[in-house]
């Protein structure tokens, strides 16, 4: 039987957790929101699913790959987000031969979906859904394409008329940062029953390979404890906790109900009650205090290296270095011109964002703004020369994305227009070297997001040989 | 590029076949602000056939979206994969409608 997993949430209600990852791919006790389905699946004898995602799509594939290791062949394609699932199902390349099931993979639930299956395919209706202890699971049985209630599993749920089962389980709608704690500690205690990864070494402990924890960690109630950790004998856990893969608790700190990401650590005699914690950031899920800790004593995120500017801007400065350089015949002939042309202003300048990164008033990182000079000649390549003392000074890369101003940047909300955001800003590039000024901003956007959507050091040398031949066009020199 | 228009009821759709570049881009821009403009607001671009689009090409295609926004109306894609690949690729699933083919394209807009 095919199945298809609807796992398109865009996760705005998890924010700040779905900043950087999407609903499918947040860990929930131990394993991430959509591998709970998955293993689901593979429990009611299912073998084969369609997954249908947005946004992130790429870290999702890259997740669940081919779904071998689930003993399953996965296929994927990708929605605008949130759609409802009858224009979902209109836009599937193939679509699923009757009777197949149809679920969401970015809510947990814990119900049996064999035992759904079995009780659904004695009823002769075009659709059955499912209701876990009297919630809305989320699944469906769908024998007809053209009549069953589709739209009741949207994540924007609408409510249409159809058969239903009710079974015993629970559901975890993921709908708030309250329920994702919530769900994590259920999990953990066996509310939510799922397949948790780990051994019980402890009474109330559950621990994932290679993690190093103690008995006496948990003062009273239940830890589930992800693997490759390391506590200090001295860390005591109250009530619920449940711990992320690659965590670190140093001496002294006291959880209490409380759920940590992986690859976070917690320092030295910190105390957290109520909170989701992930990297450096502290959720507050009883007052919904979100923070961002700068002090990496307390809280860090183990993922950011701090201060690690890398060998390739050393690179970039001493290509810069080399080009000024060779640049310096240019300097003479922009000196000479300017002094004809515009003895009075002979420069301008202009703020514009480069790579340089500063944290700002709330502790968080940003690209700062620097100083771009230009020689106000009527000559292409002699204007933009001064820019060569940005690359030497480490706030542009010698080849990289047009870059802009803050301003410019703030107007830049869908995640298609983020995404040229996340490329380098440089000197050259396709957009500076191929797209005309005067040309539409999203054209512009648009080859950014490109040159960074196929980035290589290969196509970067293809870039500097260009500048090189664009040096001598007549384009270069007559504006 | 090759670029065909036709109408089916008040859905105008425009075929592209080939490669759509940066050379093609004023050429299809334009014609799809005419389509817009003066269209009932129903629009499909079906792209099966082309085999490669550039960045200049979906700048095109970005355009003609907001220029849908702004009428109100609703623009369809329909993609081959090496398109649909670099429209993924780029993050613009995330606002085109993008539907497999152009039967399917004109039952979203309701046509029998």
């Given amino acids: 039987m095919d199945a298809i997993i609807l796992a398109d949430r865009k996760g705005q209600e998890l924010l700040p957790l779905t900043g950087s990852t999407c609903v499918p791919l947040l860990p929930l006790a131990g394993k991430s929101v959509l591998e709970h389905t998955l293993e689901a699946l593979v429990q009611a004898g299912l073998r084969q699913a369609h997954i249908v995602v947005s946004p992130h799509a790429e870290a999702v594939k890259e997740a669940f790959g081919s779904g071998e290791r689930w003993g399953m062949r996965l296929t994927y394609s990708t929605s605008r987000g949130e759609e409802s699932p009858s224009q979902v199902l209109a836009g599937l390349q193939n679509p699923p031969s009757v009777p197949f099931l149809i679920l969401r993979g970015d809510v947990v639930r814990s119900g049996l979906i064999n035992s759904f299956l079995a009780q659904a395919e004695t009823l002769d209706v075009p659709g059955v859904q499912a209701r876990f202890s009297g919630e809305n699971a989320f699944v469906m049985l769908c024998r007809d394409l053209r009549h069953a209630a589709f739209d009741n599993l949207g994540w924007v749920e609408t409510r249409q008329p159809s058969a239903q089962i009710d079974l015993e389980g629970a559901v975890a709608k993921l709908d708030s940062l309250k329920n994702f704690h919530q769900a994590n500690l259920d999990a953990a205690a066996g509310r939510i029953s799922l397949l948790l990864p780990g051994l019980q070494t402890a009474l109330g402990m559950t621990q994932g390979r290679n993690s190093e924890a103690y008995p006496q960690n948990v003062k009273q109630g239940v830890a589930l404890i992800g693997a490759y950790c390391s506590l200090h004998p001295s860390v005591e856990f109250n009530g619920e906790v449940v711990i992320g893969d690659n965590v670190i608790i140093d001496r002294r700190a006291s959880i209490e109900n409380t759920v940590i990401l992986p690859h976070s650590y917690i320092g030295e005699l910190v105390e957290l009650r109520n909170a989701i914690v992930r990297g450096n950031e502290l959720i507050r899920v009883d007052n919904g205090a979100v923070l961002k800790i700068t002090d990496t004593f307390l809280l860090a995120d183990l993922t950011v290296s701090p201060i690690n500017k890398g060998l390739g801007e050393v690179y970039n400065r001493l290509a810069g270095l080399v080009l000024l350089l060779l640049s310096l015949p240019l300097w003479g002939l922009a000196g000479l011109l300017v002094l004809l042309q515009r003895p009075v202003a002979p420069f301008s300048k202009q703020l514009l964002r480069g790579n340089k990164i500063k944290l700002d008033d709330f502790g968080l990182p940003q690209r700062a703004e620097f100083t771009a000079w230009a020689c106000n000649v009527s000559v292409p390549v002699l204007r933009y020369l001064p820019r060569v003392l940005a690359v030497v000074g480490g706030d542009l890369r010698l080849v990289g994305a047009l870059p802009v101003t803050v301003e410019a940047a703030l107007q830049r909300t869908e995640e298609w227009e983020k995404f040229a955001d996340q490329a380098p800003a440089g000197l050259l590039g396709p957009t500076q070297l191929a797209i005309p000024a005067d040309a539409p901003d999203e054209e512009k956007l648009m080859s950014d997001s490109f040159y960074w959507a196929n980035f290589s050091i290969r196509h970067d040398f293809r870039y500097l040989i260009q500048a090189w031949q664009a040096l001598f066009s007549r384009k270069a020199w007559f504006s | ?112």
Avoid: W, Y
């Avoid at chain 2, 799809?32 to 082309?50: H, N």
């Avoid at chain 2, 295609?61 to 623009?75: D, E, H, N, T, V």
């Avoid at chain 2, 690949?85 to 993050?91: C, G, Q, V």
């Fill in chain 2, 1 to 112: 590029m090759v670029m065909n228009e036709q109408k089916h009821g008040d859905i105008d759709i425009v075929a592209l076949s080939g490669r759509f570049v940066m050379a093609d881009a004023p050429e299809v821009r334009e014609r799809l602000k005419a389509l817009i403009d003066d269209g009932q607001g129903k629009l499909v671009i079906d792209m099966d056939q082309v085999s490669f689009i550039d960045s200049s090409a979906c700048a095109v295609l970005i355009s003609a979206f907001k220029a849908m926004q702004l009428k109100p109306g609703r623009l369809v894609l329909v993609t081959s994969p090496v398109v649909q690949a670099l429209i993924e690729l780029t993050r613009l699933h995330t606002i085109f409608e993008i539907l497999p083919a152009r039967p399917a394209a004109l039952e979203a807009f309701g046509a029998p």
